[in-house]
């Protein structure tokens, strides 16, 4: 098909011109606020990124009543992991259901919510501590109250577990703060941020063990997966019973069911055959994600069992390499869905792969104490920070513009 093209007079000539290209949509505070996804994203990366840049490289600003290692704890699981997972629910709530859970004013409202808080756990008062530990709790009762009337309304029955997993979140987030603000006891805040981490290790397994094989069906020709319905239940089953006993103090219990939980993950993983997906980096992301996790709770389970494993190693292989790697691949897989863009990957968002993988892997390694762990240490914040500010970069101009 031939262009069109317009012709302009110059004096006696008539020259062709090739029309003007059209130009993109501009930013649109209605679209901003269409879907969860959108502002909880940027909202998510762009505090992972700072906060860790507070806590490697300047920590002595970090002088409120949350401080030092319960403030980096708290900040890493729900100040980004939790609200990547928010956003991402919001969204696929939506779709599951056909009620969108949040969006508009109250999308508007639960993002400052989000932000008061975050600005309040950097303020050196007990007053702004407490007004931002409401603000955060009401950002989450916000979210389990939204997906609850999506799936209520909607008889989705598939889903009535998503509001209280939520719910469950922001309660272990109370007890977290609780223990904070009453002398920060180091055995009692450990407690319950690995309960909360291992019911967030239960929201992204339920969700992975959804979308990983679908994702992957779709993008591969004539690959078929199993999508391990039944050991999933059971899979669901162990993580909740560790999040009792882990609360409860139950060692053993914990152990089996971690073991449960982890083994799983890791026959489910072989199970959807990785090799065939090798070559698509919007897939193999996720794969490696999902695979840490399962390795993670096996540690942590290890850990419960009595072995001598350091606690901080279950830690940073579920956190850093299961959610965050997950994550990383979620949070462009889904954007470029929604947002109508090609299923794709370019050199920027494989280097920001590239690199959320080596800061897993150097902070891995700086767990082991030796001189070098200090460099190791500020190696990864500083591959962990260009990694997200790629992705920022890149899909931010998206993020705040109509789907194409």
Request: with cysteine; charged share 10%.
């Amino acid at each position: 098909m031939k262009k069109d093209i317009t012709i302009r007079v110059k004096g006696p000539l008539m020259q062709p011109q090739e029309p003007a290209p059209t130009n993109p949509a501009q930013p649109s505070l209605r679209a901003f606020l269409e879907l969860g996804f959108r502002p909880l994203y940027i909202a998510g990366t762009s505090w992972a990124l700072i906060a860790v840049l507070l806590w490697i490289f300047a920590p002595q600003w970090l002088l409120g009543p949350l401080s030092g290692l319960a403030w980096h704890a708290h900040e890493m699981l729900w100040g980004f992991v939790v609200t990547i997972a928010v956003g991402f629910l919001m969204t696929a709530g939506a779709n599951w259901t056909g009620i969108n859970p949040m969006h508009s004013r109250t999308l508007a409202v639960a993002a400052s919510l989000w932000l008061v808080a975050r600005i309040g756990f950097l303020v050196p008062s007990l007053t702004a501590f407490w007004i931002a530990s409401a603000a955060e709790l009401c950002f989450f009762l916000m979210a389990a109250v939204g997906m609850g009337r999506s799936v209520v309304l909607s008889r989705n029955q598939r889903n009535y577990a998503v509001p209280l997993l939520l719910a469950g979140l922001g309660a272990l987030d109370a007890l977290y703060l609780t223990a904070a603000l009453d002398g920060g006891d180091y055995a009692v805040l450990m407690q319950r941020m690995q309960a909360a981490l291992v019911l967030m290790a239960l929201v992204a397994l339920l969700v992975g063990r959804r979308v990983i094989p679908f994702f992957a069906m779709r993008a591969t020709p004539g690959l078929t997966i199993p999508m391990h319905t039944h050991s999933g239940w059971v899979q669901l089953g162990a993580s909740a019973v560790a999040v009792a006993s882990l609360l409860a103090g139950w060692s053993w219990l914990t152990a089996l069911a971690c073991l449960v939980a982890g083994a799983l993950a890791v026959v489910q993983i072989i199970s959807w055959k990785p090799l065939a997906v090798r070559t698509n980096a919007l897939l193999w992301i996720l794969y490696v994600g999902y695979a840490l996790l399962g390795l993670g709770l096996l540690f942590a389970a290890a850990h419960a069992a009595g072995l001598d494993l350091p606690r901080v190693l279950s830690v940073h292989v579920i956190a850093m390499g299961g959610f965050s790697v997950l994550i990383i691949g979620m949070v462009t897989r889904t954007a470029l869905g929604h947002l109508g863009r090609p299923l794709a990957t370019d050199k920027t968002i494989r280097t920001s792969y590239w690199l959320i993988l080596a800061a897993v892997a150097l902070r891995l390694a700086a767990i082991a104490p030796s001189l070098a762990s200090p460099w190791l240490l500020r190696a990864a914040a500083l591959a962990w920070i260009t990694g997200l500010g790629l992705y920022l970069w890149q899909f931010v101009p998206m993020l705040i513009r109509p789907r194409l």
